[in-house]
């Protein structure tokens, strides 16, 4: 498969789980709410919350396996953690992630939605340009 389909298909299936998510439970699909709701949240809310990072995960790897993903190469577990952690500080302070804010918060046209997606795509766009010029 072309890596156009495959963008377009992922695309098509993020959307459509997105609208699946909210036509069934009303919820949105911020991907850190709903993770951080599995560990924080006891109850109705867990049950939903466990089944969809569970479908995230499972669905992920066996799309890995079917289209033979190309390996990454590893990175230094520091790194991997301080990247880690300025995710999760940026979420919190953005009040969502890419998923809730980029996906969902632009499907219903929020302002604030646009503002923190256009934040995030310059902090990524700069972050790369910073490690390229580190690299040499």
Do not use: D, K
Request: proline fraction near 3%; hydrophobic fraction near 55%; charge should be positive.
């Amino acid at each position: 498969m072309y890596s156009y389909a495959q963008s377009l298909a992922g695309g098509l299936l993020i959307g459509f789980a997105t609208w699946l998510l909210l036509a069934s439970l009303g919820r949105v699909a911020g991907i850190s709410g709903i993770a951080s709701g599995v560990l924080a949240r006891a109850g109705g809310e867990a049950g939903w919350r466990r089944a969809f990072v569970a479908g995230l995960v499972l669905a992920g790897a066996a799309a890995a396996i079917v289209l033979n993903a190309p390996a990454t190469p590893a990175r230094p577990l520091p790194l991997l953690a301080a990247a880690g952690l300025l995710v999760g500080f940026g979420t919190v302070l953005g009040s969502g992630c890419t998923s809730g804010h980029g996906v969902c918060g632009l499907g219903r046209r929020s302002m604030r939605s646009l503002v923190a997606t256009l934040v995030f795509m310059a902090t990524g766009v700069t972050t790369v340009f910073i490690a390229h010029l580190a690299r040499g």
